[in-house]
């Protein structure tokens, strides 16, 4: 083991022991953890990593690009002396790069000076800007009853086979294209710059969100950060830190809007899981690192919006959850750490509905701050929480009928019945293509509310209902 000084930092020849994508150097002296390393193997072929940690005189390297070819003694270690840093620019939006930020669409380097480290910069909490700006995303499921705000992290949960994809697209395709205002009242429709980063998806996947972004013409407005399935799992690490590098640009010194989607971040925990069963680290939860909440919040928590900038960062992670287990480490730690949840129901996807969102177990911890007078509609927080009831009820009532059979429910049960599969089929589904506004997805609300004997509607004022309710009582 020999170890050598060269311009730019220090270079060690021979490694102790290789382990998967993992290199244990020894020889290494004055190394910092996350310090960026080229590693050549003996034929001359480049290569990046990164440190994982550091003791006396030895250093764990993580190989972005795997160890396959590396060998013990003719593997070459140089380190840097700083960490990784991705250059950002402007025009990287309408760009297509891979999991490490290097362009993959045939084009050249981005032309710029700037470089940011992958890790970003902490924000000062007192900086923050509390979220009020809502954001129609053109689904009624979401705008309505789980209202997304400008600077939220609000989490998609599906499962395998599920349409979260279409539903990312859609959502990426009607914020770039639809208004995006802060209130209602805005005469100016703000739209959304989107970085989206895919994790350990298939061609075909990756495929689907350039076509869909393509058509739409969104694409001119997209920067996409693309890990394959079939790309080194040690990249997926650095994928959603090079995304949200590019977010933070763009946002905070660009004064733009930025919409990010993670998906998926259930390839990025599996990554992460791997990574720590190589070094040896002690288990925690169904074989993940103890640390997996703090690693997750350091990704979720770079989204907000700060008081020197105008811009902002909304960040909308999906993960898909094994044997669509809600409690499992992925989903149950991310909704500690976001603002809610979107939870995609299988029963509603075999029924054809689309986009199959859950309502009873989706929800948006931010949403009472975004809606009402002045920003969607006065009667929006009230409307909300009376047709949240009123499908809670039909629950209710279902579960009732598999036991005593629909013929023996009450008059009023039988319109609760009436009403919960209108509701999933009128207001949740809406297709792949209608982007409707939040006038639309209240009227639509309050028809499927018109529904119901007008005494159950006890969440509503009287002034709303004389307004709204087209009932069979509506006169009464």
Same mark, same amino acid.
């Given at each position: 083991?020999? #170890?050598? =000084?060269?311009?730019?930092?220090?270079?060690?020849?021979?490694?102790?022991?290789?382990?998967?994508?993992?290199?244990?150097?020894?020889?290494?002296?004055?190394?910092?953890?996350?310090?960026?390393?080229?590693?050549?193997?003996? !034929?001359?072929?480049?290569?990046?990593?990164?440190?994982?940690?550091?003791?006396?005189?030895?250093?764990?390297?993580?190989?972005?690009?795997?160890?396959?070819?590396?060998?013990?003694?003719?593997?070459?270690?140089?380190?840097?002396?700083?960490?990784?840093?991705?250059?950002?620019?402007?025009?990287?939006?309408?760009?297509?790069?891979?999991?490490?930020?290097?362009?993959?669409?045939? *084009?050249? &380097?981005?032309?710029?000076? @700037?470089?940011?480290?992958?890790?970003?910069?902490?924000?000062?909490?007192?900086?923050?800007?509390?979220?009020?700006?809502?954001?129609?995303?053109?689904?009624?499921?979401?705008?309505?009853?789980?209202?997304?705000?400008? *600077?939220?992290?609000?989490?998609?949960?599906?499962?395998?086979?599920?349409?979260?994809?279409?539903?990312?697209?859609?959502?990426?395709?009607?914020?770039?294209?639809? !208004?995006?205002?802060?209130?209602?009242?805005? +005469? &100016?429709?703000?739209?959304?710059?989107?970085?989206? +980063?895919?994790?350990?998806?298939?061609?075909?996947?990756?495929?689907?969100?350039? @076509?869909?972004?393509?058509?739409? *013409?969104?694409?001119?407005?997209?920067?996409?950060?693309?890990?394959?399935?079939?790309?080194?799992?040690?990249?997926?690490?650095?994928?959603?830190?090079?995304?949200?590098?590019?977010?933070?640009?763009?946002?905070?010194? @660009? %004064?733009?809007?930025?919409?990010?989607?993670?998906?998926?971040?259930?390839?990025?925990?599996?990554?992460?899981?791997?990574?720590?069963?190589?070094?040896?680290?002690?288990?925690?939860?169904?074989?993940?690192?103890?640390?997996?909440?703090?690693?997750?919040?350091?990704?979720?928590? @770079?989204?907000?919006?700060?008081?020197?900038?105008?811009?902002?960062?909304?960040?909308?992670?999906?993960?898909?959850?094994?044997?669509?287990?809600?409690?499992?480490?992925?989903?149950?730690?991310?909704?500690?750490?976001?603002?809610?949840?979107?939870?995609?129901?299988?029963?509603?996807?075999?029924?054809?509905?689309?986009?199959?969102?859950?309502?009873?177990?989706?929800?948006?911890?931010?949403?009472? %701050?975004?809606?009402?007078?002045?920003?969607?509609?006065?009667?929006?927080?009230?409307?909300?929480?009376?047709?949240?009831?009123?499908?809670?009820? =039909?629950?209710?009532?279902?579960?009732?009928?598999?036991?005593? *059979?629909? #013929?023996?429910?009450?008059?009023?049960?039988?319109?609760?019945? !009436?009403?919960?599969?209108?509701?999933?089929?009128?207001?949740?589904?809406?297709?792949?293509?209608?982007?409707?506004?939040?006038?639309? =997805?209240?009227?639509?609300?309050?028809?499927?509310?018109?529904?119901?004997?007008?005494? #159950?509607?006890?969440?509503?004022?009287?002034? #709303?209902?004389?307004?709204?309710?087209?009932?069979?009582?509506?006169?009464?």
């Amino acid at each position: 083991m020999n #170890e050598v =000084t060269v311009l730019g930092g220090q270079e060690v020849v021979g490694v102790g022991r290789i382990e998967g994508p993992i290199l244990i150097v020894e020889g290494a002296t004055n190394v910092s953890y996350d310090e960026v390393v080229e590693i050549r193997d003996s !034929k001359g072929h480049l290569r990046r990593g990164r440190v994982l940690e550091v003791g006396e005189g030895m250093a764990v390297v993580q190989v972005f690009a795997g160890s396959t070819g590396l060998s013990i003694d003719g593997t070459r270690i140089r380190f840097l002396g700083d960490t990784l840093h991705l250059p950002v620019a402007e025009e990287m939006l309408g760009r297509i790069f891979d999991g490490l930020g290097n362009p993959i669409d045939g *084009g050249p &380097e981005p032309l710029t000076e @700037r470089f940011a480290d992958v890790n970003g910069r902490p924000i000062n909490p007192t900086a923050r800007v509390y979220p009020r700006d809502y954001i129609q995303t053109g689904i009624s499921s979401i705008d309505g009853l789980n209202t997304l705000l400008r *600077g939220q992290k609000l989490p998609i949960f599906s499962g395998a086979g599920m349409p979260h994809d279409q539903l990312a697209a859609q959502i990426v395709r009607q914020a770039t294209l639809g !208004k995006v205002a802060g209130t209602a009242a805005d +005469a &100016e429709a703000e739209q959304f710059s989107i970085v989206f +980063a895919a994790m350990g998806v298939k061609n075909d996947v990756a495929d689907y969100f350039r @076509r869909s972004f393509t058509a739409s *013409g969104a694409l001119t407005r997209v920067a996409m950060f693309l890990n394959l399935a079939d790309d080194p799992p040690v990249e997926r690490i650095v994928t959603p830190r090079a995304a949200l590098t590019l977010a933070e640009y763009l946002a905070y010194e @660009r %004064d733009m809007h930025v919409l990010v989607v993670l998906t998926d971040m259930t390839n990025y925990g599996e990554a992460l899981r791997q990574i720590s069963n190589i070094r040896g680290e002690v288990p925690s939860r169904k074989g993940y690192p103890g640390y997996l909440y703090s690693d997750l919040a350091s990704l979720y928590e @770079r989204t907000g919006r700060v008081r020197t900038s105008k811009g902002s960062i909304t960040q909308i992670p999906i993960l898909t959850m094994p044997n669509d287990d809600i409690t499992h480490p992925m989903p149950d730690l991310t909704g500690y750490i976001t603002e809610g949840q979107i939870v995609l129901g299988r029963e509603l996807s075999f029924a054809g509905v689309y986009p199959p969102v859950t309502v009873l177990p989706s929800l948006s911890r931010l949403m009472k %701050d975004g809606i009402g007078k002045g920003r969607t509609r006065d009667d929006h927080p009230r409307w909300g929480a009376q047709l949240y009831a009123a499908y809670a009820r =039909t629950q209710d009532v279902r579960a009732l009928a598999s036991v005593i *059979g629909e #013929e023996e429910l009450t008059d009023t049960d039988q319109k609760y019945l !009436k009403f919960g599969r209108a509701f999933e089929h009128e207001f949740v589904n809406q297709g792949f293509t209608e982007n409707r506004t939040i006038e639309r =997805t209240l009227e639509i609300g309050w028809k499927l509310l018109s529904m119901l004997p007008k005494n #159950e509607l006890t969440r509503v004022t009287l002034d #709303e209902i004389a307004q709204y309710y087209r009932g069979e009582d509506a006169t009464n």
